[in-house]
Nanobody, 127 residues
Framework: QVELVESGGGLVQAGGSLGLSCAASGRTLNPYAMGWFRQAPGKEREFVAAIRWSGGSTYYADSVKGRFTISRDNAVITVFLQMNSLTPEDTAVYYC????????????????????WGQGTQVTVSS
């Protein structure tokens, strides 16, 4: 079984920065893509960013474009999310996800496009 472990969450003031990482362990994983989703209190989980493992194409939600950057480390199957210019609206539990298969480009921004999920890490942005 594949396990995804997130780290790097915490409390930051508005305008600040925070970096998240997600490392895959367990069964050998050769992902098609890895991504980040988030869920704020009382809201549904939403797509944040994703990266195709081969080629490195990136995808972002409109709400984070220009502020967040997703990157990867091929050698250790780890994905990173650098978050800048944070606002209280970014407060949420952030989840890492990995897709084993290519289900099509449309699915890279959808929960149903992913096979494995991390436990989540809390990000809180104070005003």
């Amino acid at each position: 079984q594949v396990e995804l472990v997130e780290s790097g969450g915490g409390l930051v003031q508005a305008g600040g920065s925070l970096g998240l990482s997600c490392a895959a362990s367990g069964r050998t994983l050769n992902p098609y893509a890895m991504g980040w989703f988030r869920q704020a209190p009382g809201k549904e989980r939403e797509f944040v960013a994703a990266i195709r493992w081969s080629g490195g194409s990136t995808y972002y939600a409109d709400s984070v474009k220009g502020r967040f950057t997703i990157s990867r480390d091929n050698a250790v199957i780890t994905v990173f999310l650098q978050m800048n210019s944070l606002t209280p609206e970014d407060t949420a539990v952030y989840y890492c996800a990995a897709a084993r298969y290519n289900r099509g480009t449309l699915y890279i921004t959808r929960e149903s496009g992913y096979d494995y999920w991390g436990q989540g890490t809390q990000v809180t942005v104070s005003s």
